[in-house]
């Protein structure tokens, strides 16, 4: 930031440090109320140039945005809550098998003991091993315990 002289916000006049790759444009500074005012006037100057007075206008844009609006039914409606899908469904436990493998896990929820366990640590377990199962990260985890 050495070297990097200080601009006045054109909407609230405070001085700011611009950003360095848009040093010579930057006239606002980064709150958003003067972001909002930077907006504003873009969309000033935007709306003054000649070319752009009928741009909205006009029964070519009328018809644009009629077949527009054909093609995209329900685009402005808002969707519901409960239309949105899950990323991820619910995990529900499971009874654990009581067999010589995984009878250590009988007392600790597997979930918890890879939780406490660095995530660097459960990374380079399956990066070595090249699995990436709870199931196998723990037993090796647990093994590799035992060996100390």
Request: net charge positive; proline share 6%.
């Amino acid at each position: 930031m050495a070297g990097i002289k200080r601009k006045k916000c054109c909407n609230c006049k405070k001085l700011f440090i611009p950003d360095p790759r848009n040093i010579k444009r930057q006239k606002y500074c980064r709150n958003p109320d003067c972001r909002k005012a930077s907006k504003a006037a873009s969309q000033r100057r935007w709306l003054a140039k000649p070319e752009n007075q009928d741009y909205f206008c006009g029964p070519h844009n009328v018809k644009r945005v009629q077949l527009w609006r054909e093609a995209n039914p329900g685009y402005w409606r808002s969707k519901r809550k409960s239309d949105k899908k899950a990323l991820q469904d619910r995990l529900n436990s499971q009874p654990v098998e009581n067999n010589s493998d995984n009878f250590e896990f009988a007392s600790n929820a597997l979930q918890d003991l890879l939780i406490s366990q660095p995530p660097v640590l459960l990374g380079l377990i399956a990066n070595f091993t090249g699995n990436a199962l709870q199931d196998d990260i723990a037993m090796t985890f647990k093994r590799l315990q035992k060996l100390g």
